[in-house]
């Protein structure tokens, strides 16, 4: 499976971006998907995860009311809405997936899939 993220830059305290992630090699129904984030010196955090059919999801409490996690499966993509983002949001941003359990979403772990990163910079 490749991943091909895109979307990120910088905005100011407040603003808003839209993250894509394009699936391809693999059915993208077969997949459930989220959003990683990682800044310097920090953890990667898994910050959104969604369902192979889009009927669950999972944020963190960090972004929990300011992100929002959809994907398309007829366009193999998956987006990550942010915001009123903060400074604490500057992070490199990576899509994974993982193949499906068919289970509620929570956290995800034990990724199958990662994507190229892509920065999102957000300036106080």
């Known amino acids: 499976v490749q991943l091909q993220a895109s979307g990120g830059g910088l905005v100011q305290a407040g603003g808003s971006l839209r993250l894509s992630c394009a699936a391809s090699g693999r059915t993208f129904s077969s997949l459930d998907m989220g959003w990683f984030r990682q800044a310097p010196g920090k953890e990667r955090e898994n910050v959104a995860a969604i369902s192979w059919s889009g009927g669950s999801t999972y944020y963190p409490d960090s972004v929990k009311g300011r992100f929002t996690i959809s994907r398309d499966n007829a366009k193999n993509t998956v987006y990550l809405q942010m915001n009123s983002l903060k400074p604490e949001d500057t992070a490199v941003y990576y899509c994974?997936?993982?193949?499906?359990?068919?289970?509620?979403?929570?956290?995800?772990?034990?990724?199958?899939?990662w994507g190229q990163g892509t920065q999102v910079t957000v300036s106080s």
């Open positions: 994974a997936a993982k193949i499906t359990s068919y289970r509620p979403m929570g956290a995800m772990a034990r990724i199958d899939y």
